[in-house]
């Protein structure tokens, strides 16, 4: 299951919880969110850096390919973060 999925399980949980008075429900769909949502920004981060890397690097060469791939990983990045 992607990590955009364990954030809407964790906030159908914490809701859960909430609506039923189960505080450690609603306190472990909180936990389950926020971990998924932290990685889904690493990895996005994560893709974003390398990007801009490799563009610059494709830019300082000349090799088009490899600025080309570096804009798609950052996109990717940028979407990854968006949710």
Known sequence: MGDRMHEIKGDVKA????LTGNEELEAEGRAEHDSAHAAREAKGMGNQV???VEEG?????????TEARGMADRLKGDAQRAG
């Open 50 to 52: 390398k990007g801009r």
């Open 57 to 65: 690097v494709g830019r300082m060469t000349g090799d088009e390919e």
């Open 15 to 18: 809701g859960a919880g909430k």
